[in-house]
């Protein structure tokens, strides 16, 4: 037998015995590390939204990085930036600043797609607008990095401390790879976002074709006319489309 096969004969479990890969434990904090990480890509990966792998990102950051007290996620446009999950409000209000100034580390990881880290917002001479008025709030320690897959950038996770230099360099080589992490798992979630509106976008499309080829048989129309007909109710009781198909489905008519 090849020698990577006998390996993994070896290491095969016993059939009879149950599931131990959630109780396994070891001595090696890396590796009591490495499995606490895997563990997290498994629990975002479950996540079905992209809002609710946003919120479930911040959370788990709460908890996984040494010396983070609160998350939150920042996205961009051409021109805005916004915070769209965050474990507080604390959060929200000291990003506000970040948006009004136009600097802070979430914005720069967002521009330059590096990591930021300070311990001493007040004092830091990048950010003197921003880092002011955050330590006003009662923040002075900040690690921000860039959420991304392979082909797109999401935004940028940012965590929040009240304590100075609370975060070490373990503090950012563990957000690094949680924000891997975490940038694959909302590359999934938009994933399924985009194929659920797609597939309720066509649904809706099949709907609106039974509803004009009822009106079609029922009037007489051809297909053109009868689409006429199906807009033409739905603008006037200010109804969607889709809704003024349903109807025409189940009754055979259109309110007008």
């Known amino acids: 037998m090849p020698e990577t096969e006998r390996v993994v004969d070896e290491m095969a479990p016993d059939e009879d015995a149950p599931p131990s890969a959630a109780t396994v434990e070891t001595t090696d904090p890396d590796v009591d590390l490495a499995l606490s990480l895997a563990e997290v890509a498994r629990d975002?990966?479950?996540?079905?939204?992209?809002?609710?792998?946003?919120?479930?990102?911040?959370?788990?950051?709460?908890?996984?990085?040494?010396?983070?007290?609160?998350?939150?996620?920042t996205v961009a446009g051409?021109?805005?930036?916004?915070?769209?999950?965050?474990?507080?409000?604390?959060?929200?209000?000291?990003?506000?600043?970040?948006?009004?100034?136009?600097?802070?580390?979430?914005?720069?990881?967002?521009?330059?797609?590096?990591?930021?880290?300070?311990?001493?917002?007040?004092?830091?001479?990048?950010?003197?607008?921003?880092?002011e008025k955050a330590a006003a709030l009662g923040v002075n320690s900040m690690l921000s990095f860039r959420l991304f897959n392979d082909e797109d950038t999401f935004g940028s996770l940012n965590l929040y401390a009240q304590e100075h230099d609370a975060f070490s360099d373990r503090s950012v080589d563990i957000g690094a790879v949680f924000a891997a992490h975490a940038g694959l798992?909302?590359?999934?979630?938009?994933?399924?976002?985009?194929?659920?509106?797609?597939?309720?976008?066509?649904?809706?499309?099949?709907?609106?074709?039974?509803?004009?080829?009822?009106?079609?048989?029922?009037?007489?129309?051809?297909?053109?006319?009868?689409f006429a007909l199906l807009r033409g109710a739905s603008q006037h009781a200010n109804r969607k489309l889709r809704v003024v198909a349903e109807e025409v489905i189940a009754t055979g008519e259109v309110s007008r």
């Open 78 to 131: 051409p021109d805005w930036y916004r915070t769209p999950a965050a474990t507080e409000e604390l959060v929200r209000e000291v990003d506000r600043y970040q948006y009004e100034t136009g600097e802070g580390p979430c914005v720069d990881a967002l521009r330059e797609h590096v990591v930021f880290r300070t311990g001493d917002l007040a004092a830091d001479p990048r950010w003197p607008l921003f880092g």
């Open 185 to 226: 798992a909302l590359g999934h979630a938009q994933d399924r976002d985009t194929a659920r509106n797609l597939e309720q976008a066509l649904d809706s499309n099949r709907r609106v074709g039974m509803a004009i080829g009822i009106l079609m048989a029922r009037h007489q129309l051809d297909e053109h006319a009868a």
């Open 44 to 73: 975002l990966s479950s996540e079905d939204t992209v809002h609710s792998a946003l919120t479930r990102i911040c959370e788990i950051a709460v908890d996984t990085v040494d010396g983070c007290t609160a998350a939150g996620v």
